[in-house]
T-cell receptor, first 112, second 115 residues
Framework: TQLLEQSPQFLSIQEGENLTVYCNSS?????LQWYRQEPGEGPVLLVT?????EVKKLKRLTFQFGDARKDSSLHITAAQPGDTGLYLC???FGGGADGLTFGKGTHLIIQP | GAVVSQHPSWVICKSGTSVKIECRSL??????MFWYRQFPKQSLMLMAT?????????EQGVEKDKFLINHASLTLSTLTVTSAHPEDSSFYIC???????????FGPGTRLLVL
């Protein structure tokens, strides 16, 4: 069983601050995805990373994939109340169309 | 992006009855779809892989006779929870990767409450 650790599980910060969420595994990911989920809804894809060392930006969100493809991070700059939500990292390990292994998620609250 | 729908969005049923949940890929074909379950305050757990034209594969600990999966076409997979019990109450979510790519797009989920 592949394990995927995500931290922190809970984070509450003030508007305007920066934050980073981490996702780690002892195994090599074939791909890793970050999702955001609102209560009562399905996860919405933010980004997919597949290449070691890859960096992708989505407005104030920066996603990094470790060189060894065992870890990833999500960095939010100048967080806003609209960023509040559950952030999930999920990875595949076998390549192809495999089911995703999810981290426990990070519940993020941005206080105005 | 790719769109995946689910129906119904929520269902309440009595203990012992069966409930069918549909997952459709609206603008792409999917030879493989996935079913996940999410309990309150927890993350998603993969239940099974639905394969068009062949049997589904189930994750360890998921009873295949209780959670029947049928991948009837390249755009439709159904999950039937048979003889539902209160402990089956959960949020069921499906996903599908377009053209067997690794990125998966999720449906909006189905909330099941078994009384």
């Amino acid at each position: 069983t592949q394990l995927l650790e995500q931290s922190p599980q809970f984070l509450s910060i003030q508007e305007g601050e920066n934050l980073t969420v981490y996702c780690n595994s002892s195994s090599v990911f074939s791909s890793l995805q970050w999702y955001r989920q609102e209560p009562g809804e399905g996860p919405v894809l933010l980004v997919t990373v597949v290449t070691g060392g890859e960096v992708k930006k989505l407005k104030r969100l920066t996603f990094q994939f470790g060189d060894a493809r065992k870890d990833s991070s999500l960095h939010i700059t100048a967080a806003q109340p609209g960023d509040t939500g559950l952030y999930l990292c999920a990875g595949t390990f076998g390549g192809g169309a495999d089911g995703l292994t999810f981290g426990k998620g990070t519940h993020l609250i941005i206080q105005p | 992006g790719a769109v995946v729908s689910q129906h119904p969005s929520w269902v309440i049923c009595k203990s012992g009855t069966s409930v069918k949940i549909e997952c459709r890929s609206l603008d792409f074909q999917a030879t493989t779809m996935f079913w996940y379950r999410q309990f309150p305050k927890q993350s998603l757990m993969l239940m099974a892989t639905s394969n068009e034209g062949s049997k589904a594969t189930y994750e360890q600990g998921v009873e295949k006779d209780k959670f029947l999966i049928n991948h009837a076409s390249l755009t439709l997979s159904t999950l039937t929870v048979t003889s539902a019990h209160p402990e089956d109450s959960s949020f069921y979510i499906c996903s599908a990767p377009p053209q067997a790519r690794e990125t998966q797009y999720f449906g909006p989920g189905t909330r099941l409450l078994v009384l």
